[in-house]
Nanobody, 129 residues
Framework: QVQLVESGGGSVQAGGSLRLSCAAS????????MAWFRQPPGKEREGVAG????????AYADSVKGRFTISRDNATNSVYLQMNSLKPEDTAMYYC??????????????????????WGQGTQVTVSS
């Protein structure tokens, strides 16, 4: 059974940093199509950062480029999202997502909800001004 468990969310002032973690079980993160999404209150879920092309390449939403960094550690079987220079508009529930192992990810589909099969329960990030 695949489980993705997010942690690291919290409340921070604008300009601060947080590091989100996504621990996977029953699923190997190495070379897989995985991503972080977020859903602000009352809005749709959107892709924030992800791996594609067999996990070789990374992609980011324009709104977080230069501030967020996605990474993974095969030893801990985890994916991380380092978030710096946080803004109030980054406030959202953040979700870790993983595609079926056979699923191919490209630059064109990494941020599409339908690309992913497994989802974590989310971790809340609140940024105050």
């Amino acid at each position: 059974q695949v489980q993705l468990v997010e942690s690291g969310g919290g409340s921070v002032q604008a300009g601060g940093s947080l590091r989100l973690s996504c621990a996977a079980s029953g699923y190997t993160v190495n070379d897989k199509c995985m991503a972080w999404f977020r859903q602000p209150p009352g809005k749709e879920r959107e892709g924030v950062a992800g791996f594609y092309s067999g996990g070789i390449s990374t992609a980011y939403a324009d709104s977080v480029k230069g501030r967020f960094t996605i990474s993974r550690d095969n030893a801990t079987n985890s994916v991380y999202l380092q978030m710096n220079s946080l803004k109030p508009e980054d406030t959202a529930m953040y979700y870790c997502a993983a595609a079926l192992p056979s699923r191919a990810c490209y630059g064109a589909n990494w941020s599409a909800l339908r690309t992913y099969y497994y989802w974590g329960q989310g971790t809340q990030v609140t940024v105050s001004s």
